[in-house]
């Protein structure tokens, strides 16, 4: 019979297994709890709520009394974007070569021109989902939307939509849904929308407007005939798009926006106005501006416009 083994003849065993337990130990501990730690709360697309014909406006632009406005667009840049935390939805799509299109409009009084048709909507619920290795970026509304195709026969010619008194922009309407009757190119009149479906958008001036997106002042005196006023790349009015649902209401706020680039490579003026001399005009930006207007360079953002006297 063979005698037992020596200790020192075991010993070699015994560390090969220690070592061993020792190896696994660290890459359990290094694979478990980071990822663990790493989950985080964003905000992505949830189920439709519903689908709506909402009659909206394709393009507006605010019109200086005594003056006129150019804008430059593309077939199909008009749209309507929606941000609920890290979810951003309808982002201004890249214009295809060549699409470029050109309006001036010189009216008698200032105002709001616009041009509005029936388009097809859908409203999504936001929703927060937990995810791995994300920062945490919840949701800040309900609801999104997304503006799809005209859904009926029912577009309106631009038409400019009057303020009572045309020397300011501080008067002109908010929200316009259509009850008054609208009319399409052949003359006949569409027919009225449901009760509560309406886009409000919001590009009055900000009268009581601080810092950097607060009004500034374009001193006009003292001079003739007319002068520029540029806008240059993306154009934003805040928007709310408001549906009836479950016995109320329910919104998504966003922004129409625009921006003008015609050809590769090309970037054109999005707007650009002409104002009267002789007059003190007070601007102001609406929606995000990086910094004060300056009229002698391009501006941010859609503006409003306030006449007065010197």
């Known amino acids: 019979m063979q005698a037992p083994a020596s200790a020192s003849h075991r010993k070699p065993v015994w560390v090969f297994v220690v070592v061993g337990i020792s190896v696994a130990s660290v890459v359990f501990v ?11 709360t964003v905000c992505e697309v949830g189920s439709v709520v519903g689908n709506f014909v909402i009659l909206s406006p ?14 430059t667009a593309n077939y199909g840049s008009w749209n309507y974007s929606f941000t609920s935390g890290s979810l951003t939805i309808g982002s201004v799509p890249i214009p295809p070569q060549g699409a470029g ?19 097809n909507w859908t409203f999504y619920h936001a929703i927060n989902v937990t995810k791995a290795g994300s920062a945490s970026d919840p949701c800040t509304q309900p609801y ?3 503006r799809g195709f005209p859904a009926t026969n029912c577009e309106s010619p631009f038409t400019t939509i009057p ?4 020397s300011t922009d501080a008067l002109e309407p908010h929200a316009w849904n259509g009850t008054t009757g609208q009319y399409n190119f052949d003359g006949t009149q569409c027919g009225l929308r449901a009760p509560g479906t309406y886009v409000s958008f919001d590009s009055s001036f900000h009268s009581n407007g601080t ?11 003292g001079v003739t005939g007319f002068h520029p006023l540029q806008l240059d790349g993306l154009a934003q009015l805040p928007v709310t798009v408001v549906v009836p649902f479950a016995g109320g209401h329910i919104t998504a706020t966003g922004y129409l926006e625009w921006i003008s680039n015609p050809l590769p490579g090309v970037h054109l003026p999005t707007v650009g106005y002409q104002v009267p001399g002789g007059w003190n005009w007070t601007l102001a930006p609406v929606g995000p501006a990086g ?10 953002s859609l503006i409003a416009f306030v006449r007065s006297a010197c």
């Open 58 to 71: 394709g393009a507006l632009v605010n019109l200086p009394d005594g003056g006129g406005v150019s804008f």
């Open 163 to 166: 303020i009572a008194n045309n």
């Open 144 to 146: 999104v939307a997304v």
């Open 101 to 119: 299109i050109g309006e001036y409009v010189s009216p008698p009084q200032a105002g709001i021109f616009a041009d509005y048709a029936d388009f």
């Open 291 to 300: 910094s004060p207007i300056n009229p002698d360079t391009p501006l941010p």
């Open 211 to 221: 810092g950097v997106v607060g009004p500034v002042h374009w001193d006009l005196c």
């Open 30 to 40: 290094g694979l478990g709890p980071p990822g663990w730690f790493l989950h985080a």
